[in-house]
């Protein structure tokens, strides 16, 4: 069965610091693909970024940065310099060859000016 | 402008009372899928499509029902409310591997 777990239910820090949000997924498929999505204090769902299975190359957008290892089966995402805007929950979602997407139960960030 | 259209934005039902979420998109996806969402319990499946006259249960199915009889409309239909049906609910279409687009939530609350 899929599974996708965000250990961390809250995380406080200070603008400007370096903070990463931690998951990690289960699943027997060896085609699949990791979501990591932003929902701020209004309550839509933002995409921020998605991975397939077979792409393990980090990727770097702005002060955003995700680390995808298949080895350990985690798939986290960094935010560098954080900012006040920065505060919402993340989720990470896991989808397999049947198209439904799993998410994880999200980690709240909160950063304090 | 193009995506998922859910109404209404917020409702309040009477416990036992029924009512139908719409959802509705333009982007011509085959998959479409309902999840509600709880404190700390992140976004759960109610009931999904992978595309029209086809529907299949989630994870929290329950006291919901769907259908899909046109690729463009997935509504779900709350039989008799329950006070734990108060949720937050958040439908989704997709084109694998493209991704996910989400409306913009439904606020329930049933008294």
């Known amino acids: 069965a899929q599974k996708v777990t965000q250990a961390q239910t809250e995380i406080s820090v200070v603008e400007k610091e370096d903070v990463t949000l931690d998951c990690v997924y289960e699943?027997?498929?060896?085609?699949?693909?990791l979501f990591w999505y932003k929902q701020p204090p209004s309550g839509e769902l933002v995409f921020l970024i998605r991975?397939?299975?077979?792409?393990?190359q980090n990727e770097i957008s702005g002060r955003y940065s995700w680390n995808f290892q298949k080895s350990t089966s985690s798939f986290n995402f960094t935010i560098t310099a954080s900012q006040v805007v920065d505060s919402a929950v993340y989720f990470c979602?896991?989808?397999?060859?049947?198209?439904?997407?799993?998410f994880g139960t999200g980690t709240r960030l909160q950063v304090f000016p | 402008n193009a995506g998922v259209t859910q109404t209404p934005k917020f409702q309040v039902l009477k416990t036992g009372q029924s009512m139908t979420l719409q959802c509705a998109q333009d982007?011509?996806?085959?998959?479409m899928s309902w999840y509600r969402q709880d404190p700390g319990m992140g976004l759960r499946l109610i009931h999904y499509?992978?595309?029209?006259?086809?529907?299949d249960q989630g994870e929290v199915p329950n006291g919901y029902n769907v259908s899909r009889s046109t690729t463009e409309d997935f509504p779900l239909r709350l039989l008799s409310a329950a006070p734990s049906q108060t949720s937050v609910y958040f439908c989704?279409?997709?084109?694998?591997?493209?991704?996910?687009?989400f409306g913009s939530g439904t606020r329930l609350t049933v008294v």
């Open positions: 989704a279409s997709s084109s694998i591997p493209y991704g996910y687009t």
């Open positions: 699943t027997r498929d060896t085609t699949y693909y």
């Open positions: 982007m011509n996806h085959e998959y």
């Open positions: 499509s992978v595309g029209a006259g086809i529907t």
């Open positions: 991975r397939n299975s077979f792409d393990e």
């Open positions: 979602a896991l989808s397999d060859n049947t198209d439904k997407l799993i």
